[in-house]
């Protein structure tokens, strides 16, 4: 995939219903509306029959807008969705394993927090990382932080796309100018505001304004 497919990375949250009424499809709908460029679907702890429903019906969403669908930890759900790729954590199978598995047109992404781990999930073959938590986030409250420092020290280290996530909100973006990242990955400012297309709107612009 290119930079710029990265430049706002939308994760889902909950399935199901929101506070508002609003389903997991109609809340990504409007953030595809909004331009988001890039969505990941991730449902811990789902019945993998669920998971795999969901994830077929966001690949037909999203492949709708041009956008790609990728899916958090579950290969194999993935590659049975016809997903465009997924995202690995630390403590999930490991990137060149996934590669391995998935075959090189598949996208995977890892997590990093260090530059070590940034070159290690590089030379494994993955094709962009997500560094974070850089904020307090209200979906992994014990993540382990990131500074903007080493934000930018894990840019400069690779040659892949880096992509921000961890408690960014459209104030917090501009914080992160300079740092090297290709995009954003939000998921509470953008399915958690009251008008997700707006949100989505918003976001775009403010990642636009500090990726170079």
Do not use: W
């Not at 930890?73 to 590669?99: C, I, K, T």
């Not at 409250?141 to 930018?152: C, H, T």
């Amino acid at each position: 995939m290119k930079e710029q497919t990265y430049l706002l990375y939308a994760v889902t949250d909950f399935p199901g219903t929101d506070a508002r009424g609003r389903t997991l499809y109609e809340r990504v709908e409007r953030a595809l509306e909004g331009g988001v460029t890039c969505v990941q679907l991730r449902e811990k702890r789902r019945e993998v029959s669920d998971f795999l429903r969901d994830a077929r019906e966001m690949r037909a969403l999203c492949h709708r807008f041009g956008v790609p669908l990728l899916i958090d930890d579950d290969v194999e759900v993935a590659l049975q969705s016809g997903a465009d790729g997924v995202h690995v954590g630390a403590e999930d199978m490991p990137v060149a394993e996934v590669r391995k598995r998935c075959g090189p047109s598949f996208c995977v992404g890892a997590t990093a927090k260090t530059v070590e781990q940034a070159g290690r999930a590089e030379a494994d073959g993955a094709d962009y990382l997500g560094v974070g938590a850089l904020f307090p986030s209200p979906t992994k409250p014990n993540a382990i932080p990131v500074s903007r420092e080493q934000l930018r020290e894990i840019c400069r280290a690779v040659r892949i796309p880096c992509v921000a996530i961890g408690g960014i909100t459209a104030e917090r973006v501009p914080s992160l100018a300079g740092t090297g990242i290709c995009g954003i990955a939000v998921v509470s400012a953008l399915f958690g505001a009251d008008d997700v297309r707006k949100a989505a709107e918003t976001l775009r612009e403010a990642a636009r304004a500090v990726v170079k």
